[in-house]
């Protein structure tokens, strides 16, 4: 996966666990709008004896107390709740017990010796310490759980994503004989920095209509593992593919995760069935900031924590184009699917009975900021080409290039 063992030197801990479990990986940030719903996923973890780490933060953002290392790993062994207290067991792999606060062997705060026996033991593991919630989050600002499970099942292939369509772009499809639960992975191959966004469907088909997109189960951007999702009997076709620098081709390691054993299989894929599952989703689950009109809808799509956003218009007009400007500010963070970050100013024209994505962001769990401020101004005419302050007059401002299939325009039926 790195290209030979003299990659495995400094790898980051994430790195390290999908070297050696090949499980699912989540990664989480210790940002304050997290903390409650954090817990929760790490009591549940926890208890499921998931293998977990944590690493605290560099010394320019924290001043760290006596015993504690900056940008360090250590292991999280376990997370409980003792008399009204959240609680988490660390090891530095190193060995040597470094945190000397709150909860620690030689804190003299205890308030009885019952307490002192369940979270220090004379058998205690070597390196190992104890630290409240509300100290981690201070010192501590990564969280990756691996979601390994012996008894679950993989199903392992290599593909490409991206670039100019050339047969090569394949999807995968899947039949599932049983109710299960399904996760996709997908890593880029001999890369040190292994996180890298790849864009994850998966939704239901009909075998006497392949191309008919059903029921969408999952749709998203992920840096490595999707979540799970549940599967009734039936077939499913799981897409992977590139939204930002699309222009390139590059591979992808992909593992289904299956409770059960399940059938899979590669089979030839359009750019047109991308395009149609990424608007559907839009379509049916999006927010329309036009609720107002009835002739046009520009709606947009986010998820629950706030890291990507797609931005879709529909013109239902039978005579008249529908103009967007759209204008990004402070996106210094943000992955976006047309250009690059330094003009983030996006115009399209889109034809009459006609809909197109007009833009997709994404941005890393790890970053502080929250929605994604932009300026979206719109109007109908009978010009097919429209401009913002210096360009020329044309159709995409950006233009839209070949490769960057799910910005095409799709006719209304």
């Known amino acids: 996966m790195l290209g030979g063992y003299d990659g495995i030197n400094g790898i980051s801990a994430q790195n390290a666990l999908t070297c050696m479990t090949g499980a699912p990986l989540n990664r989480f940030r210790t940002i304050k709008r997290n903390q409650k719903k954090l817990w929760m996923v790490m009591r549940e973890a926890s208890s499921k004896k998931f293998p977990m780490t944590v690493g605290t933060y ?30 988490l067991q660390i090891r530095d792999p190193w060995g040597i017990s470094g945190w000397t606060g709150k909860w620690s062997s030689s804190w003299n705060g205890f308030e009885c010796e019952q307490t002192i026996k369940s979270i220090h033991p004379r058998d205690f593991i070597s390196g190992s310490f104890w630290i409240d919630y509300d100290d981690f989050f201070k010192y501590f600002d990564i969280v990756v759980i691996s979601r390994y499970r012996e008894e679950w099942d993989d199903i392992r292939v290599n593909m490409s994503i991206g670039g100019l369509w050339d047969g090569t772009q394949v999807a995968i499809k899947v ?59 039936g077939e499913y076709m799981i897409l992977l593919s590139r939204f930002y620098y699309s222009t390139i081709k590059e591979e992808r390691n992909v593992a289904i995760h299956s409770s059960i054993p399940i059938c899979a299989k590669l089979c ?43 931005v879709m218009a529909e013109n239902y007009n039978y005579d008249k184009y529908l103009h967007v400007h759209i204008r990004c500010q402070d996106c210094e963070t943000w992955y976006m699917s047309r250009g690059y970050n330094d003009n983030p100013n996006y115009g399209d024209v889109v034809p009459p009975r006609c809909s197109q994505i007009l833009l997709v962001i994404y941005r890393s769990v790890l970053a502080d900021q929250t929605e994604f401020p932009m300026n979206i101004e719109y109007y109908l005419s009978h010009e097919n080409k429209t401009k913002m302050r210096r360009s020329e007059r044309a159709a995409h401002i950006p233009e839209i290039k070949p490769s960057q299939y799910i910005h095409q325009t799709v006719a209304m039926e």
């Open 58 to 87: 560099s010394k320019k953002k924290v001043k760290f107390p006596k015993g504690l290392n900056e940008n360090h790993g250590y292991t999280l062994i376990k997370c409980i709740e003792l008399f009204g207290h959240k609680l």
């Open 175 to 233: 039949t599932v004989p049983r109710t299960c639960e399904i996760c996709v992975t997908a890593i880029r191959p001999k890369y040190r920095h292994i996180s890298n966004i790849t864009w994850i469907s998966c939704h239901r088909i009909d075998s006497d209509s392949p191309t008919d997109i059903g029921e969408i189960i999952f749709c998203g951007p992920t840096e490595y593992s999707s979540e799970d999702v549940h599967l009734e009997p």
């Open 268 to 310: 030839s894929l359009r750019p047109e069935m991308l395009v149609g599952v990424y608007q559907k989703m839009v379509s049916e689950v999006g927010r329309d900031i036009l609720k107002h009109r009835k002739d046009i809808s520009i709606k947009k799509w986010s998820n629950e924590i706030d890291t990507f956003l797609i």
